[in-house]
């Protein structure tokens, strides 16, 4: 099972940028993917969370620029970012949940960063 993040990149502030990761292997289901961050000398953190059914949760930083979407059929997940500032800079990393053909316990991957540099 792997779990490809791109999409990163460099934009100026006040500009957009779109992250994309799909999980390929062999996936019975998707419970929920989620994009995390992690700037330079901080903590990860969550930024966006969507369940299967398409609940999403954001960071309070981040909500109403950026928009998480799943795509069960392709088992992938986008995070359109709008209006970006300096403080968005980051490494991005995707998160999936999920549950593979023959097991019946919830398995968790991590997809390599993806860097998003904002400039001001």
């Known amino acids: 099972v792997q779990l490809q993040a791109s999409g990163g990149g460099l934009v100026q502030a006040g500009g957009s940028l779109t992250l994309s990761c799909e999980l390929t292997?062999?996936?019975?289901?998707?419970?929920?993917m989620a994009w995390y961050r992690q700037a330079p000398g901080k903590a990860r953190e969550m930024v966006a969370q969507?369940?299967?059914?398409?609940?999403?949760s954001y960071s309070d930083s981040v909500k109403g620029r950026f928009t998480i979407s799943i795509d069960n059929a392709r088992q992938s997940v986008s995070m359109q970012m709008h209006s970006l500032v300096p403080e968005d800079t980051a490494v991005y990393y995707c998160n999936a949940h999920f549950l593979r053909w023959g097991r019946s316990t919830q398995s968790n991957k991590w997809g390599q960063g993806t860097e998003v540099t904002v400039s001001s």
């Open positions: 292997g062999s996936i019975r289901s998707i419970d929920d």
């Open positions: 969507i369940t299967r059914s398409g609940t999403t």
